[in-house]
């Protein structure tokens, strides 16, 4: 594995983070039965979980509309995201984990370069 500084701020995420706020509006509810406090809410290829606190916990995107995520979001109880897991080649494996500190700012980037599941890369935000 080899280690490497990064220092371009990698913004994947950017146009998942503009998206919550259309998550966060009352369209395209699903009726699935979730635990008592959660709510589901899905805009085109976005899902947006929110937890009993109405904060969000999970968002996932599905950019080639092939019915599985290929990013998928984890955030902190206080709102800034935790964890990324990003499929970038469409083959159903996610491939790049982007790790961020409770502040919201990004760790680092774990890759998988090769298609083995295993981490081949880190890349460390300055």
Request: aromatic share 10%; net charge negative; charged share 30%.
């Amino acid at each position: 594995m080899s280690i490497v500084r990064i220092t371009t701020p990698i913004g994947y995420f950017g146009a998942a983070f503009a998206l919550l706020a259309l998550a966060g509006c009352d369209v395209g509810e699903t009726s699935l039965r979730l635990p008592a406090g959660y709510r589901l809410v899905q805009k085109q290829q976005y899902q947006a979980l929110y937890g009993p606190s109405g904060k969000i916990e999970r968002l996932l995107q599905d950019r080639n509309h092939d019915g599985r995520a290929d990013a998928v979001i984890l955030y902190y109880s206080n709102g800034n995201p935790r964890l990324g897991e990003i499929d970038s080649d469409g083959d159903g494996r996610v491939d790049r984990w982007e790790h961020f500190y409770t502040d919201g700012k990004l760790e680092k980037v774990d890759l998988d370069t090769d298609g083995d599941g295993k981490i081949d890369r880190t890349d460390y935000a300055q």
